[in-house]
């Protein structure tokens, strides 16, 4: 298992901004796809973004296209999570997760390492 840590969640009010950043093992942020992926209360946790391991790749949910901006800085073992003009309804918890190495995925059955979670809360 990989070692993944967010940080950078908080309460903001709707339009604001965030932005979330996950450190990764020096093993995992050349190897890895890095995703990001959310869960709210009483809700399944369901997939945000994913960028492939050397950073050209991308894809998000439709639910925050235009809004979120996924991007990794491999010399620095981190992933970040830009979050624009944020809603009530992207109120979660905020996981950083990856799945095994050199493998384009962002299935989230797929992904089997975890951090522990940060929570975002947007008010109205």
């Known amino acids: 298992q990989e070692q993944l840590m967010e940080s950078g969640g908080g309460l903001v009010q709707a339009g604001g901004s965030l932005r979330l950043s996950c450190v990764a093992s020096?093993?995992?942020?050349?190897?890895?796809?890095l995703g990001w992926f959310r869960q709210a209360p009483g809700k399944e946790r369901e997939f945000v973004a994913a960028?492939?391991?050397?950073?050209?790749?991308?894809r998000y949910a439709d639910s925050v296209k235009g809004r979120f901006t996924i991007s990794r800085d491999n010399a620095e073992n981190t992933v970040y999570l830009q979050m624009n003009s944020l809603k009530p309804e992207d109120t979660a918890v905020y996981y950083c997760?990856?799945?095994?190495?050199?493998?384009?995925?962002?299935?989230?059955?797929?992904?089997?390492?975890w951090g522990q979670g940060t929570q975002v809360t947007v008010s109205s």
């Open positions: 997760a990856a799945p095994r190495p050199y493998f384009w995925t962002y299935r989230l059955a797929d992904f089997t390492s």
């Open positions: 020096v093993r995992t942020c050349s190897s890895h796809v």
């Open positions: 960028i492939n391991w050397s950073g050209d790749d991308t």
